[in-house]
């Protein structure tokens, strides 16, 4: 089958290329302009870069491999410092260009570096797992962590392009690729239910590479985040959907050390939403269960008490999507009907966390 390409548009439109040995497409994304190519890449998965820099290579480009740190580990000051550091050895120009080889983290890393080398160079993503070809190399959000939160400093820097080899998802360890199943339902339940339906028909081949649905499922989900993101880069309106989940998502993330995968820590979070929805009397018990049903499926979490409750409402509020004192979640009105819940009462929040504990 031939490669889709979903285009992401906005004012530096780009593609999104989804198929199967399709790594020959990177030269021409990264651009004729650019005689350095960086490729960073999670050191010890090397592997995984070869088929890019063979790629680059052939197509005349001078590559330096660059391995940083794997998972979460990649996002912090330090290993940007250390990349820039590589950079200006390598006297990188802004005709030259990034490429981020890996998983959301080194993606998230990869452009933040492109973002802010030289105030921004090119830079093309090539996802690995099923949670950076669906969402986190797509749509320009890039970043690290500092020890206040997730995500905390970062730039909007749109790629120039997407490229993502299915092929390269047969690797990827089982508990990584439900991670990123968690942001595909996630697109399901905020605007795209045939997402949800392909997953209930099916949950054991939706929780595998291999998988009947597995393309339509990425396709679905890539389409929905480029579509929103096409319409409001820099999240000052629609975007907000994407982070349904994401605020206590990421206060477990923080308060389990990065140790809790992101996708897992979404799904938790989703089910809390879905609760708040149902407590502020917005949607039935029986949608709430059908998130619980769909995530529990396919092996993800709708349950947690790890983190102490206090802790996490501290957490909550480097949320992004806050403004001043006032908490602010993304929840549903309905099925694929998002809305923001703006500084919900505390004892909605006691409500909605003690119906999610174990
Ligand atoms: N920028 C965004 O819009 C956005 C969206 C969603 C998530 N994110 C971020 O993405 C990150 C999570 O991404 P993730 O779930 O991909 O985790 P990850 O980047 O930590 O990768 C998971 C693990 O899989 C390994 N791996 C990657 N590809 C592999 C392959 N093909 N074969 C074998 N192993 C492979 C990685 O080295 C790592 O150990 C978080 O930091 C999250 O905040 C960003
Ligand atoms: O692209 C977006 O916008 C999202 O919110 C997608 C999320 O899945 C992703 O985890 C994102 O990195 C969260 O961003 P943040 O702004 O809440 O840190
Ligand atoms: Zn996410």
């Known amino acids: 089958m031939s490669a889709t390409r979903i285009r992401v548009g906005g004012a530096d439109p780009y593609d999104v290329v989804v198929g199967r040995g399709v790594f020959a497409e990177l030269p021409a994304l990264v651009g004729e302009r650019a005689e350095q190519v960086a490729v960073v890449h999670p050191e010890g998965l090397g592997e995984l870069a070869r088929p890019a820099l063979t790629a680059l290579g052939a197509a005349g480009c001078s590559v330096h491999p660059l391995a940083v740190p794997d998972g979460e580990a990649a996002k912090t000051a330090e290993v940007a410092a250390g990349l820039w550091s590589r950079l200006g050895q390598a006297g990188f120009t802004r005709s030259d260009a990034v490429v981020g080889v890996g998983g959301g983290a080194v ?117 929905v ?29 923080r308060a389990e050390d990065y140790t809790f995968r992101h996708g897992y820590a979404v799904a938790v979070g989703m089910v809390f939403a879905a609760e708040l929805a149902r407590l502020d009397g917005r949607v039935d018990a029986a949608l709430v269960e059908r998130h619980r049903k769909i995530l529990a499926s396919v092996g993800l979490p709708t349950a947690y008490s790890g983190a102490p409750w206090p802790e996490l409402r501290r957490a909550m509020r480097v949320d992004k999507k806050a403004r001043g004192a006032t908490l602010r979640f993304i929840v549903l009105d309905a099925l694929a009907e998002p809305a923001v819940l703006s500084g919900p009462a505390p004892e909605l929040l006691d409500a909605a966390y003690a119906a999610i504990g174990t």
């Open 107 to 223: 993606t998230d890393l990869a452009g933040f570096v492109a973002a802010t080398w030289l105030r921004g160079v090119r830079s093309v993503l090539v996802p690995t797992t099923l949670l950076g070809m669906v969402d986190a190399a797509v749509g320009g959000k890039t970043g690290i962590n500092t020890a206040e939160g997730k995500n905390l400093v970062g730039a909007f820097h749109p790629p120039s392009g997407v490229l993502c080899d299915l092929d390269t998802l047969a690797g990827l360890p089982a508990a990584d690729y439900i991670g990123g199943l968690a942001e595909v339902v996630k697109a399901g339940f905020i605007a795209d239910p045939a997402i949800l339906d392909l997953v209930e028909a099916d949950p054991e081949g939706a929780a595998r590479p291999d998988g009947r649905h597995t393309r339509e499922l990425i396709e679905r989900a890539v389409f």
């Open 225 to 253: 985040k480029a579509e929103v993101v096409s319409g409001d880069l820099r999240e000052s309106g629609r975007r907000e959907i994407l982070n349904y989940g994401h605020t206590l998502g990421h206060a477990v993330e």
